[in-house]
Each structure stands twice: as structure tokens, then as C-alpha cells.
């Protein structure tokens, strides 16, 4: 079945790098997908991911996936404040549903 | 473009009581889709719609009934609320268009729904 892990807290210092992990069980999807949700609000696309590429870099973020272990991850570049939120990976297959399957959620707090 | 709307904002039900959340995009999209969020759980699907007029069940379906009225609206029934149904409820769609295209939810604001 689809399944999809994260941790649920990541601390760090601002100017720090943080890196959220993720692992999922499906290796047929096609897209890895990460959400931002901020307090009080509904979900938001940082960025993705195609399934045959291995990294993707996008200003203060990195996304690197690893297939053969199917773990995905999102490094975000000097920290701020303003990063602070849950952080939800998620797969998705290229179809006619567009269902996601989204992990639990990693909140990062970031401290001044 | 208001996106993904969700009414009520809040609700506090007593148990037993039915009420319907209403959702609606202005996007024009295809797919339609309702979750909940709980703390440690993440975002769990209960009921989607791939098109108009058709609607598929979720990952947590029990206790929910959906409608999807027309191509904008999406509603989620609950018809016996239980405390277990208190959560954070997330209507989301996204275009579909199929064919192996990445396919980007937008979700609403979301309703607070507490079941005493």
C-alpha cells in the first residue's frame, strides 16, 4: 500500500540550514510533492518533483531524492523566521484522479 | 479568483447532530477533494471527486457522505457527528488533466469542527 513517513519536529537556528526528511513505499509515483502550511491556513505548493530526477534547486530550497531508497528531502538555505510552519511531503501518480498521499507533517520551529 | 472557499470557518456540534460543509473553487477545475487534519496524523483523505458526477471514497470515508453538486461545488455531509469526527477539515481541487501532467492541489482555508 501507499505510505508515506516524516519526522514531526525540527528545531534549528535562524541562518542555520534545516533538512526534512521523508520516506515513502509507492516507487511508481510519478511526482514528489512539498506542501507549506503556516498557522491557521490551508496547505500551500513549495515545490516538486519529477520521479527521474534526482535533485531540484529552487532559491533557498533543494529538494534531493533518492529512488532506489525512496527518500525524499528539502533542504531550505538560511533559515528564517518566516520558514516556521509544517512542512508535508507527498506523492502522486500521473493519472486521472490527481489523489496525493501526504505524510504526517514535520513542524520547524525556527529560533531567533 | 477567491480559489477554494470552505463554510463555516468553525462549527461546534453536540453528538448526534448532522451539519454540511460547503466548498467551492473558482478555478474551473476537475477534481475535487476532502481531508482531515489531525495533530501527528497529517492529511488524511476521506472522499474525492475526479469529475462531475462522480465521487470515490478515501482513505477514512466511515461516518461522511459527499456531494458533488456541480463542477464548483464540493460538500461533505456528516450525518451522526461523534467526538472522533472533531478535526480540522480541508477541501481541496486541482485540474487533472491526465497523461502523466503534474497536477497541483489548492486547498482552502479549512473548518474547525469540534464534536462535544
Known amino acids: 500500500g501507499e505510505d508515506v513517513e516524516q519526522s514531526l519536529f525540527l528545531s534549528v537556528r535562524e541562518g542555520d540550514s534545516s533538512v526534512i526528511n521523508c520516506t515513502y513505499t509507492d516507487s511508481s509515483s510519478t511526482y514528489l510533492y512539498w506542501y507549506k502550511q503556516e498557522p491557521g491556513a490551508g496547505l500551500q505548493l513549495l515545490t516538486y518533483i519529477f520521479s527521474n530526477m534526482d535533485m531540484k534547486q529552487d532559491q533557498r530550497l533543494t529538494v534531493l531524492l533518492n529512488k532506489k531508497d525512496k527518500h525524499l528531502s528539502l533542504r531550505i538555505a538560511d533559515t528564517q523566521t518566516g520558514d516556521s510552519a509544517i512542512y508535508f511531503c507527498a506523492e502522486g501518480w500521473a493519472g486521472n484522479t490527481g489523489k496525493l498521499i501526504f505524510g504526517q507533517g514535520t513542524t520547524l520551529q525556527v529560533k531567533p | 479568483n477567491a480559489g477554494v472557499t470552505q463554510t463555516p470557518k468553525f462549527q461546534v456540534l453536540k453528538t448526534g447532530q448532522s451539519m454540511t460543509l460547503q466548498c467551492a473553487q473558482d478555478m474551473n477545475h476537475n477534481s475535487m477533494y476532502w481531508y482531515r487534519q489531525d495533530p501527528g496524523m497529517g492529511l488524511r483523505l476521506i472522499y474525492y471527486?475526479?469529475?462531475?458526477?462522480?465521487?470515490d471514497k478515501g482513505e477514512v470515508p466511515n461516518g461522511y457522505n459527499v456531494s458533488r453538486l456541480n463542477k464548483r461545488e464540493f460538500s461533505l455531509r456528516l450525518e451522526s457527528a461523534a467526538p472522533s469526527q472533531t478535526s480540522v477539515y480541508f477541501c481541496?481541487?486541482?485540474?487533472?488533466?491526465?497523461?502523466?501532467?503534474?497536477?497541483?492541489?489548492?486547498f482552502g482555508p479549512g473548518t474547525r469542527l469540534t464534536v462535544l
Open positions: 471527486s475526479a469529475s462531475e458526477g462522480t465521487t
Open positions: 481541496a481541487s486541482s485540474e487533472t488533466l491526465g497523461r502523466g501532467a503534474r497536477d497541483e492541489q489548492f
